[in-house]
């Protein structure tokens, strides 16, 4: 039994990225090597000069376990520390399975670090996520209210559920280490990123750990909280951007073609009835635009066309019956109203549940 756990964790390199550390940083790092794990991989993120003693220190500590201590001569921030670890990892240990990555100040204790170890041994096709408890009373508001907040943006826009966005205790495999590198993101914002790219690759395996908070950690953390959360939202911005860009530039050719299509149809078909003719001869022309715009330019699918497109299409139906039943009703229950006054409020709360069905079952 002592073998066999020797022999995960000789395959398993701990990663620690660190900034200008204080002193429990070598506190982690005696407990990592009193637990005989390892070997620890370090990252000092351009600390300075006067934080030599810590990572002195550091490398008279990882090194019997076969660890290194690697520098950045500037800060290059974590999604760049943690790409460096890669790196060297891939490089100087390929019989490495993967590794896990964990903060330098005090928040992941030696038994949550080695539960994720076990997790990437048993679930080495996913990433796994130590996720912490927010519910308890000794969590600051500001953790809770982010996490919560970030939880239900990352899984409405990007189609990717976890229970803990911002946590630095993660098992990576070594495949996943390799395409991590070609993901863009330096700081902060390069964990979310890492993230959005298990989708359709990846499964995410969450393990629960303990939530360390104190005084001092919400004081020292090196996480800006308008910096860095701008960074991270400017990631979901973007990607709903596209989106919204190509869904109003489709609703802009719909609506024109709806409103060409009623003056036509007003004389041919009964009152009310003319609204669905012009909402599926306006919906066809403008659905297919869309869907292109989306595949190509939104979500940049890798699906093929035989699978994306008849879900699409199912979509684009329910969504355009939808629209024309509700406008209809409205327009016959209050005869003399312009049709748009009406369409435009149908068309955006459809909107919204229409970007959830692409991002999560056909893109």
Excluded at 100 to 119: L, N, P, R, Y
Excluded at 286 to 302: D, E, H, I, R
Aim: with cysteine.
């Amino acid at each position: 039994m002592h073998s066999h756990s020797d022999m995960k964790i000789n395959v398993i390199p701990i990663v620690i990225p660190s900034y200008e550390p204080d002193e429990r940083f070598p506190a982690i790092l005696k407990d990592i090597s009193a637990a005989g794990l390892g070997p620890v991989v370090v990252v000092d993120d351009g600390s300075g000069d006067s934080y030599n003693i810590f990572f002195e220190e550091a490398e008279k500590l990882v090194a019997p376990l076969g660890g290194v201590v690697l520098h950045h001569e500037v800060n290059k921030g974590k999604g760049r520390a943690l790409k460096t670890a890669f790196s060297y990892i891939l490089e100087k240990m390929p019989e490495a399975i993967g590794c896990v990555t964990a903060d330098s100040d005090g928040q992941h204790s030696v038994e949550c670090i080695k539960k994720c170890m076990d997790a990437l041994e048993e679930h080495q096709d996913s990433l796994i996520l130590g996720v912490r408890d927010f519910s308890g009373e000794d969590v600051p508001f500001k953790s809770r209210a982010g996490n919560t907040i970030t939880i239900k943006v990352c899984s409405y826009l990007c189609g990717v559920k976890v229970t803990d966005t911002q946590t630095g205790l993660r098992g990576i495999s070594a495949p996943f280490m390799k395409d991590l590198l070609d993901v863009e993101g330096e700081r902060f914002e390069f964990e979310t990123r890492m993230l959005i790219a298990t989708k359709d690759k990846y499964p995410i395996f969450e393990v629960p750990i303990k939530t360390i908070y104190d005084s001092k950690e919400n004081h020292q953390t090196h996480f800006n909280p308008v910096k860095d959360s701008i960074r991270i939202y400017k990631i979901f911005g973007v990607m709903f951007a596209k989106f919204l860009f190509s869904s109003l530039s489709s609703c802009v050719i719909d609506l024109a073609l709806f409103w060409v299509f009623c003056r036509y149809f007003v004389g041919v078909f009964g009152p009310a009835i003319y609204v669905v003719g012009a909402t599926v001869a306006a919906r066809i022309i403008s659905a297919t635009y869309n869907y292109l715009m989306n595949y190509k330019f939104v979500f940049n699918s890798g699906k093929s066309h035989t699978t994306s497109f008849p879900k699409y299409v199912a979509l684009a139906v329910a969504q355009m019956s939808l629209s024309a039943a509700l406008v209809a009703l409205l327009v016959w229950s209050m005869p003399g109203v312009n049709e748009l006054l009406f369409k435009i409020p149908v068309d955006v709360i459809l909107f919204m549940l229409s970007y959830y069905i692409q991002r999560r079952f056909i893109y």
